[in-house]
């Protein structure tokens, strides 16, 4: 299993990521839409925080399910929390662009009609 450092731009939000990235989801979402992130999901305990919790501002709409967390300094959304749906087991959702060692052009990139839920 891969570690992997992550941060927003100004690296007042930043953390450590224990799991492999081989793929990401593209969502078309109101929100994935304007923000151009690619999401990576992982168990919430898969993200360890480096920084205070204090330092990142969150956001939810529609359903309210989703933590999206960002720097209130750079504008950066690196990674957001929720529950799955279908288990229930808290889950991270990590913007993969946010953690510079991984090699997007690798990832297999899967379309999601987020704008239809």
Do not use: W
Request: glycine share 8%; hydrophobic share 35%.
């Amino acid at each position: 299993m891969s570690k992997h450092q992550g941060s927003c731009h100004c690296g007042r939000i930043a953390f450590e990521l224990d799991g492999d990235v081989t793929e990401a989801i593209d969502c078309n979402c109101s929100m994935c839409r304007r923000r151009g992130g690619l999401l990576a999901f992982f168990p919430r305990e898969a993200l360890t925080l480096t920084t205070p919790e204090s330092d990142y501002a969150t956001y939810r709409f529609n359903t309210n399910r989703l933590d999206h967390h960002f720097c209130p300094t750079c504008g950066i959304a690196p990674f957001s929390e929720g529950a799955d749906p279908r288990t229930g087991a808290r889950t991270a959702a990590v913007n993969v662009r946010c953690l510079p060692d991984v090699d997007l052009a690798s990832l297999t990139i899967k379309q999601v009609d987020g704008a239809s839920f």
